[in-house]
């Protein structure tokens, strides 16, 4: 891998963790499409931590208040985030644990992953035709517990992580941009927690300049991303997200049908 191919996946992963496109879909077809060997699952993960450090210091004033509150104040409403933004990662980290192997060979079929990338895109269409313009639900266990359910969807490649927790948040009652803020806090812990299993099994000798560089530019593209999507949101709707799923889907099963 070189230096430039690592950045641009870099890039993917920060367009693709916060943009509800699906990264991993996008690290698994861009070397699939360029005739490359799939670079693998560690390198995701780098990927993916540089993005979790994006959204801990964009969100820092937020995680702080959270974990504050959480530690000496419970039972107030930042306190009680903390423990249910814990309670919603169990499902997907139950569901990686589990279903560890299928996630790593199955799922990464670009004819699996393009029919994720449709049929979800369509759910998420669906549930943004119905968002409402104020929170007509507020955070408690159970709705929290709905959207870490949904989460766990998101192993399988072309689902996304994002994409499937805005929906569900979407269809809980939550506005947009309440909505995506959600799944931006609710991404902290579960890929941190892939991060530390996956990092364990890293030796200094993986550690090379692509590495380094696809990392600083999935963190620095993160925070782009991030800030962009939060503004975007406030007066447009997801749709071009749903139609470049469908038109990506579409192109990849159009690719198979001919080659």
């Given amino acids: 891998m070189t230096i430039c191919d690592a950045i641009l996946l870099g890039l993917l992963q920060a ?10 879909a996008h690290l698994v077809l861009l070397p699939f499409f360029r005739g490359q060997v799939y670079q693998g699952v560690t390198f995701d993960v780098v990927l993916h931590l540089a993005t979790l450090l994006a959204v ?18 419970p039972r107030s409403p930042e306190g009680k985030t903390l423990w249910l933004l814990a309670a919603a990662t169990v499902p997907a980290g139950l569901a990686g644990v589990l279903f560890e192997e299928q996630v790593e060979t199955l ?9 994720c990338l449709m049929v979800f895109a369509l759910i998420l269409g669906w549930a943004d035709r119905r968002a409402k313009s104020t929170d007509q639900a507020v955070i408690s266990l159970k709705t929290m517990l709905i959207i870490g359910c949904a989460q766990a969807l ?29 799944s931006f806090l609710l991404s902290a812990p579960i890929i941190g927690g892939a991060a530390v299993l996956r990092l364990s099994h890293l030796a200094w000798a993986d550690i090379n300049a692509p590495l380094i560089w696809g990392f600083i530019s999935a963190f620095l593209g993160a925070l782009v991303v991030i800030g962009g999507l939060m503004k975007y949101i406030k007066y447009h709707t997801f749709s071009v997200f749903v139609w470049y799923r469908l038109l990506l889907g579409a192109f990849i099963l159009m690719w198979f049908a001919f080659h």
């Fill in 56 to 73: 801990l210091l964009y969100f820092a004033k937020d995680w702080y208040q959270i974990i504050k509150d959480g530690l000496t104040r």
């Fill in 154 to 182: 998101a192993l399988m490649p072309g689902v996304s992580r994002s994409g499937i927790t805005i929906t569900a948040a979407l269809l809980l009652g939550f506005s947009r941009p309440q909505s995506a803020r959600i």
């Fill in 15 to 24: 367009l693709g963790e916060f943009l509800p496109i699906s990264s991993s």
């Fill in 107 to 115: 799922f990464r079929s670009p004819v699996s992953i393009a029919i």
